[in-house]
């Protein structure tokens, strides 16, 4: 089978190829179940910073050449997966946010993922339903809105800090510098605040 693969698959990692032969976690998954198969070092990685792409290792009992992409860059100065993994799986928490509508984002990003029984899917929405190497695989990671379930103090900018460190671009292009005066006067739909500002703010006693 090696052999048979082994042109296929440097045409499928030849980045400009369109059409061609690509990574599918569904054909993979069938063969090998456990995500640590592949990608061992998340059971214990604990910064952000960690690259947890497979090692060509993982794939040379059935494969003699593999190119294995970087991993995507995360907008977080922490996440540690280990002590996340220690939850379980999260997908049910989750599912009972989005079901009591006290999930902060858009609903229809995560629903139809979180009957999964896979730990790591419930985070990595779609993981499980994926064909091919996503060009923008932003989707197949967690929503700011699944780790306010539980991290549910929203208090900006200092609850921002927890994960993103002092990133000091965090606030949208939307609020300009007037934009306390300006608010009040445009249209705003109230539901795109909620995953910063939360639903229950009260913003400096006028709301
Ligand atoms: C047979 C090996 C294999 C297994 C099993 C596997 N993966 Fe992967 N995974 C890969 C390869 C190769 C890539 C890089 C190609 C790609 O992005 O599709 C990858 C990429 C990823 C990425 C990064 C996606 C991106 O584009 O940034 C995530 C997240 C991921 N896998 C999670 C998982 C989870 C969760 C599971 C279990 C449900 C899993 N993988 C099972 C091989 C595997
Ligand atoms: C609680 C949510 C959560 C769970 C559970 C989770 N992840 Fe992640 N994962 C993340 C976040 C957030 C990132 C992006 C930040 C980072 O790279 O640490 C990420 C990034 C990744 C990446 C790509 C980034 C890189 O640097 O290589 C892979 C691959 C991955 N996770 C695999 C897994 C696997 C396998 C499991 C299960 C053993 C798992 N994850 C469980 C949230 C989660
Ligand atoms: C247990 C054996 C096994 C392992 C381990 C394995 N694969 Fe595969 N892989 C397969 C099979 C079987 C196919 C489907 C072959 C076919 O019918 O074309 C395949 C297909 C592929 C393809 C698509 C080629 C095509 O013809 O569609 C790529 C790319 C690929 N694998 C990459 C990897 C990478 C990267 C790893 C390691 C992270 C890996 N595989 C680990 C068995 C494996
Ligand atoms: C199911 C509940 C749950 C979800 C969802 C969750 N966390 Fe956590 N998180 C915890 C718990 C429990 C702790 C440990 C106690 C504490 O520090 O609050 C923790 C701790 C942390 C810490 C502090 C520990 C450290 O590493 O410095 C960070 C940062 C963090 N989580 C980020 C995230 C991010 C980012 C996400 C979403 C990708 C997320 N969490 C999703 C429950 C959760
Ligand atoms: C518990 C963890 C956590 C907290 C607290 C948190 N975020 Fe996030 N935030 C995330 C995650 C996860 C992402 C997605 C990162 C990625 O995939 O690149 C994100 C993404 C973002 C983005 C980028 C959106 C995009 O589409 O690029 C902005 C802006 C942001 N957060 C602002 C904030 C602000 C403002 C606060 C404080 C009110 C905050 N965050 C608090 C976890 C958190
Ligand atoms: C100086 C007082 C003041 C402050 C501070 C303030 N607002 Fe407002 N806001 C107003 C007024 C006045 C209106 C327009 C009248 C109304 O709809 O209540 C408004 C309207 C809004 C609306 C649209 C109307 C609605 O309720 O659906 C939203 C959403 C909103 N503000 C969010 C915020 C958020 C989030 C903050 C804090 C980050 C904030 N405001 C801080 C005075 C204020
Ligand atoms: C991506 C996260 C994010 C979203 C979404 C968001 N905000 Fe903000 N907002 C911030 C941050 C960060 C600040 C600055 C907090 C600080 O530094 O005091 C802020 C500040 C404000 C302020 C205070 C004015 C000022 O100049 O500091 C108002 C009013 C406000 N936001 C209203 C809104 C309204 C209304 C919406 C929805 C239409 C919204 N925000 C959506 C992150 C966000």
Not at 41 to 65: F, G, I, W, Y
Not at 99 to 121: F, I, R
């Amino acid at each position: 089978m090696a052999h048979h693969l082994q042109g296929l698959i440097l045409l499928g990692w030849c980045l400009s190829g369109a059409g061609a032969a690509d990574f599918s976690h569904v054909l993979h998954l069938k063969l090998m179940p456990q995500c640590t198969s592949c990608h061992p070092r998340a059971a214990t990685s604990t910064k952000v910073e960690d690259n947890l792409m497979p090692r060509p290792q993982a794939c040379a009992a059935c494969h003699k050449q593999v190119s294995i992409k970087a991993p995507r860059k995360a907008r977080l100065a922490k996440f540690d997966h280990a002590l996340h993994l220690k939850l379980g799986n999260i997908a049910p928490v989750l599912k009972a946010a989005v079901q009591s509508k006290a999930y902060l984002g858009d609903p229809a990003l995560v629903a139809p993922y979180l009957d999964t029984k896979n730990a790591c899917a419930a985070c990595h929405h779609g993981i499980e339903q994926s064909t091919r190497v996503a060009a923008d695989s932003r989707a197949l990671y967690p929503q700011m809105a699944d780790c306010l379930v539980c991290h549910n103090k929203i208090d900006p900018p200092f609850s921002c800090e927890l994960c993103h460190g002092d990133d000091k671009g965090l606030r949208p292009a939307s609020h300009t510098a007037d934009y306390l005066d300006a608010h009040t006067r445009r249209t705003v739909v109230k539901q795109g605040c909620a995953v910063c500002h939360g639903r229950k703010f009260t913003c400096l006693g006028c709301h």
